[in-house]
C-alpha cells in the first residue's frame, strides 16, 4: 500500500509562496511594534474579555492549555505513533510528525527576531491565565493549531473520516485564535503572523520531502513499508 504521506501538497510555485510568506510575516511583526496600533489591537481582547463569563473562561484556559508546548507534542507524538501501529506506516508516522513540526517550530525564529512583548493583561476584566513573559510575535499556539490540523486532514484525506478532520481543523483553529485573544496572551498581528509562518513552514517542508526525504527514506529498509 503507498504511504499517505508519500507525497505532500506541492505548489510549482513554492519559491515565491515562502518569500511572500517571508515578507508579510515580517510586515506583521513590524505591525507589532507600533504603540498606537498595539493598543488598538489590545482593545480587541478586552472587548472579548469583558463580554465574558465563567464557562468562556474554562474553555479558553483549556484551549490554551491544550495545544500548549508540552502538551502540542504529546498530541503530536501520540498520533504519530497511532499512525505507525495502526496503519502500519513508518513514513506515515515520521512524514506527520515532520509536517506538523515544520509548520510550529518556524515561529520560534521570528519570535526570537522580534522579541516582541506581550500586552500587559493586568486591566482585563476577567483574569484567566498569568502574565506570560515569552516573546508574543507570532502565536505558537496558532502556529500548531494550523499545522496539526492541516497534518491530520492530508492524513484523512481519502477516508470517511476526511470531513471530520476537516471539521476538526476549522473549529480548532478558530477557538485557539478566540482563546488566545481572549485571554490577552496575543494581538491580532501576531495570529495574522501565525498563518504566515505556518505556511511558510509547510511549503518548504512539502518541496523537501517530495523532493528528498520522501524518496530517499523509502529506498532503506527501515521505512520501505
Known amino acids: 500500500m503507498t504511504p499517505r504521506f508519500n507525497r505532500l501538497p506541492h505548489l510549482k510555485a513554492w519559491l515565491p509562496v515562502a518569500v511572500i510568506s517571508v515578507l508579510l510575516t515580517l510586515v506583521s511583526g513590524l505591525v507589532g511594534t507600533l ?86 493583561i493586568g486591566s482585563l476584566v476577567n483574569q484567566v491565565m498569568p502574565q506570560e513573559v515569552d516573546a508574543s510575535f507570532p502565536s505558537g499556539h496558532v502556529c500548531f493549531s494550523i499545522a496539526f490540523g492541516f497534518a491530520l486532514v492530508y492524513l484523512a484525506r481519502s477516508s470517511r473520516a476526511k470531513w471530520l478532520a476537516v471539521a476538526f481543523w476549522v473549529v480548532s483553529v478558530v477557538v485557539e485564535i478566540w482563546a488566545r485573544l481572549y485571554v490577552g496572551a496575543h494581538l491580532l498581528n501576531d495570529v495574522a503572523g501565525s498563518f504566515f509562518t505556518t505556511t511558510l513552514g509547510i511549503v518548504v ?21
Open 35 to 120: 504603540s498606537q496600533v498595539r493598543d488598538g489591537e489590545f482593545a480587541i481582547d478586552k472587548a472579548l474579555n469583558d463580554g465574558g463569563n465563567g464557562a468562556l473562561n474554562l474553555l479558553a484556559k483549556f484551549a490554551s492549555e491544550a495545544y500548549s508546548p508540552k502538551f502540542a507534542i504529546l498530541m503530536t507524538a501520540a498520533v504519530a505513533l497511532l499512525v505507525w501501529l495502526i496503519g502500519r506506516s513508518r513514513l506515515d508516522a515520521l512524514a506527520f510528525g515532520l509536517t506538523v513540526a515544520f509548520g510550529w517550530l518556524p515561529a520560534e525564529a521570528f519570535k526570537i527576531m522580534f522579541n516582541e512583548p506581550r500586552a500587559a
Open 205 to 225: 517542508f512539502a518541496f523537501l520531502w517530495n523532493k528528498w526525504f520522501s524518496v530517499k527514506l523509502q529506498s532503506t529498509k527501515l521505512f520501505a513499508k
